[in-house]
């Protein structure tokens, strides 16, 4: 919706005239996925203020939006789109905003086909609205994945009441730094999550349809539901008869957002390229608004351009005491090849002056590359005001600065907000000096 | 005392012997300035929670502290300091980190020039033990200045119950945009706080060596006390006799901190260089902390240096509902000299999604240069969470970045820190689209 609302928007600048068709599977638009575990918790209220725009509002900017639609096949030859159980609808150009999918395992499934009873993702309104009427205080739930979504919906089932056991393939939040992702199964564990860690669910004991227990390797979790939160993978079945897609599945469009003449694709069914050139599978509705509006506004004649990504992302883990929110930025460690050398350090420190009431404890991570000294990637995990501190070292990330450019430049301070020394600064500059150090 | 450690610790790395000597006039060392309204509104318990280290444990790192030594005269030929009733000290070197005293105009003094009874700056730690001893619920306070120290005091005096008046020459934070400023004297109001603007205390009424009442040009504001927060002047008396200060009685010392051979300076005393050259007065604590650092480096025989400021500034206003956090970075409006032509755009947002609790409205104006698109200053006024957004802008200045670098770059989000597109670059896009309307 971003790009068709770009495109009319740049065709009034332009002159150009355009007929911009939506035609999208659900009955929902311009809803914030992100908000899900939010609703499930209880601190959002409505289903409704989760979306943005109704297809109403949609319709009114002129656009023709058409819901329950889903495109099952993408036709550039004959240029039209087929739709399930409907009529062709052609095109001159065609937009791809398909997203992506839970990744739902076979034990997800019952021998027929049908899911099994109580066990779903949290990644549509519908699923929301599912687990926000079933999650009852004093059940059990496991969590299938330490992602981001895992992550937060552990903190919605147990901010309902829930026991909750968390199982992830390898670490919680496994993208950040150990001592990162460490942080937050401490905190989980503060509040009586079983984080287990490095197992998988294997399959599940069903009794009439509906689970009863997850098994793991070596022992059985009962359980009354089982969110799935084992990432996603793009949508694009509608092209799988094209050349068109990586081996990931993904598009890969270019900066103005084209994969092919007349063809575009902007959201979660991409790639994306870091601001190195490197592609990447970064499903993040911040991209995916940046894209579409990029695209929308070259299908119209425009110039703007999608500028790639750094990596950044942030989440939060907060349950009565405890507040944790997790950030980071830059290039992952095993992306890291020679000649880049990194230096490391991990620093503890407060969000604000240790004598206010406001400080809390938070951990950074910095690193920089050796020869360059150019800044690498910054994480932090810490309490409140902890996780948008990643945006300074963004900012400096995006311009290619250094750990000497973060270690000096000027952040605000008064005592509420930060230490004299920000902690971000005194971070970068132990990295500085470690590069310093002869030897 | 920045610089003093630092010459020590880069001593024992280039092998040099250094003898370090600190005359310090008051019996106090290292603590924070900034914290000092916190202390009077008892947000922080102990005087002693201040004080980031005491003269013992600067003594044990080695450095021969010598409190109630207040030096009168740096006789620069004979490489002395003169102190008050002592005898002389010599040096090879010296450090000029005297800091700044209150402004403190005649009406704050009795005609035999002693101090007013109940009228006294927020400056050193005895103002603030004497602040926190006398204010008591119920009482009246006039707060002059609407400076950092003044907004900050008028919150502390309102979280000890007190009927609060403040009164500034010009605006509530005047070297903020007045959108920004303004929220502040909203926030003020909406607690009780008469703020009154344009205007000054010209006179006291006193009785018994005691404030009765401020006089202002066309009224009497009847009080128990006075803040004195009239900004400050740089404490340089000591080299009076010399050539070596500014017009407005500062020491303008190099990036490595030098003044003259042998005489380096450092904090509240001295100017500092904006990223583009232009001297300015902005005594902070960041600021004196990382020249300090950089002086004793240099000192030592080091190679770091103080690269300069942007203008970087926050403070809040918190009392019982309000919270407002409010900072800038960057340009002053009337720094801006052509050929550059600034583009300015006020915007109004959130602080998290808009469906989240946590949501709370926040005001942003973005400048940038029209022809360069260059980043020129981003000041903010906002709930929880909106001020520490000046350093991701702060950084992007830093580096020279423009207003499509802040628009564009990959910002963190989740629903509980952020809008999925980030206000920040919300405001800045919307600059850049002005900037690139025809006409």
Not at 10 to 15: F, I, S
Request: glycine share 10%; aromatic share 4%; with cysteine.
């Amino acid at each position: 919706m971003s790009a068709a609302h770009q495109m009319l928007r740049t065709a009034r600048r332009t002159g150009r005239t355009l007929e911009v068709t939506v035609l999208e599977a659900g009955q929902f638009t311009s809803y914030s996925a992100c908000g899900i575990p939010y609703l499930v918790s209880g601190e959002v209220d409505e289903l409704d203020d989760l979306v943005a725009r109704t297809p109403e509002q949609h319709r009114a900017a002129g656009i023709d939006l058409r819901t329950g639609q889903r495109v099952t096949r993408l036709d550039l030859d004959a240029r039209v789109a087929e739709v399930e159980g409907g009529d062709d609808v052609a095109f001159d150009q065609v937009v791809v905003a398909t997203g992506a999918c839970p990744r739902m395992p076979q034990w997800t499934r019952l021998p027929d086909g049908a899911p099994v009873g109580g066990v779903r993702p949290a990644s549509t309104l519908e699923d929301a609205r599912a687990w926000a009427q079933e999650l009852a205080p004093g059940e059990r739930v496991v969590v299938a994945g330490g992602g981001y979504i895992g992550v937060e919906m552990v903190e919605a089932a147990v901010r309902r009441g829930l026991q909750v056991t968390l199982v992830t393939r390898s670490r919680v939040l496994s993208t950040f730094a150990p001592e990162v992702g460490a942080e937050v199964a401490r905190g989980m564990r503060e509040v009586g999550v079983e984080v287990v860690e490095h197992a998988a669910v294997t399959d599940l004991e069903v009794e009439d349809g509906r689970v009863a227990a997850v098994r793991l390797r070596e022992r059985s979790v009962p359980t009354d539901h089982v969110v799935v939160a084992l990432g996603v993978v793009p949508a694009t079945d509608l092209l799988a008869h094209t050349d068109l897609l990586s081996e990931r599945g993904t598009l890969r469009p270019d900066e103005t957002g084209r994969v092919a003449p007349g063809v575009w694709a902007a959201g979660d069914c991409c790639e994306v390229r870091t601001r190195d050139g490197a592609w990447t599978y970064a499903p993040l509705g911040t991209h995916a608004n940046k894209a579409g509006r990029a695209l929308g506004d070259q299908v119209a004649g425009g110039d703007l351009t999608f500028p790639g990504v750094l990596g950044t992302a942030i989440t939060r883990f907060a349950v009565g005491e405890v507040h944790l929110e997790v950030a980071r930025t830059g290039i992952l460690d095993h992306q890291v090849a020679a000649p880049v050398d990194p230096v490391t350090v991990v620093t503890r420190g407060t969000t604000a002056s240790g004598y206010m009431p406001e400080a809390a404890p938070i951990t950074i991570r910095v690193s920089a590359d050796r020869v360059s000294r150019r800044l690498l990637s910054v994480e932090v995990a810490g309490g409140p005001g902890a996780g948008k501190r990643v945006d300074a070292a963004a900012a400096v990330l995006w311009l290619r600065g250094s750990v000497d450019d973060l270690a000096w430049m000027d952040l605000a301070y008064a005592p509420p907000v930060a230490t004299a020394w920000e902690v971000l600064q005194i971070a970068a500059r132990r990295v500085a000096e470690l590069i310093d150090q002869p030897g």
